[in-house]
């Protein structure tokens, strides 16, 4: 989620870019959950807050980012010819009538 909201806010990075913001706001993220003093520790009280900082640093949780960071590379270099497939008639007639895709 994070390499796609980079990638949207900042178009004109590289894909490397992007993946490496992701990837650094990912560990700050994770790292800042380590951290417990009051003020930050009101805020993850809230919803937003908790769901945007979480409450107990995971080193799996680094893994599952980077992994997700790693997908959206792939989705990135992905050939034309095969984006070009999910736009095909075939595609829309799948779904039915009226769709629109991509």
């Known amino acids: 989620m994070a390499f796609l909201m980079i990638g ?3 178009a004109s990075l590289s894909t490397v870019e992007v993946a ?4 650094l706001f990912s560990l700050g993220i994770e790292l800042s959950q380590l ?4 003020w930050i520790d009101d ?4 919803r ?5 900082l979480g409450h ?3 080193w799996t949780d680094l893994v599952c980012y980077s992994f997700g960071v790693a997908m959206g590379v792939v989705g990135e270099m992905m ?6 497939l999910l736009s095909t008639q075939k595609f829309i ?10």
Request: glycine share 10%; hydrophobic share 55%; with cysteine.
């Open 43 to 46: 805020i993850r009280q809230y």
């Open 48 to 52: 937003l807050g908790a769901l945007v």
């Open 79 to 84: 050939p034309k010819p095969a984006l070009k």
């Open 56 to 58: 107990g640093f995971l």
């Open 35 to 38: 951290y417990h003093a009051p």
């Open 20 to 23: 490496a913001i992701a990837l």
């Open 8 to 10: 949207f806010i900042f």
């Open 93 to 102: 007639n799948i779904f039915g009538r009226g769709a629109t895709c991509f």
